[in-house]
């Protein structure tokens, strides 16, 4: 099984590849030929560079056709009062006697810098579906395991450029 994707996350890929494809490959390719014509290539720093800038522009490519190749699709409705995908929720950690917001996100746009919980981490699979109120055990392993309580949930979507991670 692939990512689980929302269509909005779909959109934004299918965005990148375009424009990888139209605008990035034109000039990744007007670089080489530019640093070509300087002359030796086995001592030319530019031509060297500017073809590593043109591989790793169509390994992202590839990248991302293959993950929209094998992703899901998945649904973001989620109940007013639940938590659901793209929702913010404060939690309220006992154990560290500590309040932390969260946004709940799929797992290519996962980032704990920015305060964005994957829906395939302990944390998210456990907050999903849970209502205001209600404390909820996140299983890390076997071994370990700690409860939060949900304190509030934010429905208002993220408005952010983040962009897709991986490659």
Do not use: C
Not at 25 to 50: C, H, I, M, P, T
Not at 70 to 85: C, F, P, Q, R, Y
Request: hydrophobic letters at 35%; proline letters at 2%; charged letters at 35%.
């Amino acid at each position: 099984m692939g990512e689980r994707l929302t269509p909005e996350d779909v959109k934004k890929i299918e965005a990148e590849i375009e424009h990888r494809k139209l605008v990035v490959r034109k000039e990744a390719l007007e670089d080489v030929k530019v640093a070509r014509a300087q002359g030796d290539l086995s001592e030319n720093f530019e031509y060297k560079a500017a073809k590593q800038f043109k591989n790793r522009n169509e390994s992202r490519i590839r990248y991302l056709e293959n993950m929209l190749k094998h992703a899901t699709v998945i649904d973001v409705a989620s109940a007013e009062d639940e938590v659901g995908l793209n929702n913010g929720v404060t939690v309220y950690v006992p154990e560290d006697d500590e309040e932390v917001t969260y946004r709940i996100v799929t797992s290519v746009r996962g980032s704990s810098l920015k305060g964005y919980i994957s829906i395939e981490s302990p944390l998210g699979q456990a907050l999903l579906g849970h209502k205001v109120g209600e404390t909820v055990s996140v299983k890390v392993n076997d071994a370990y395991s700690y409860d939060v309580e949900i304190r509030a949930i934010d429905k208002t979507p993220d408005e952010s450029e983040d962009e897709i991670r991986g490659y």
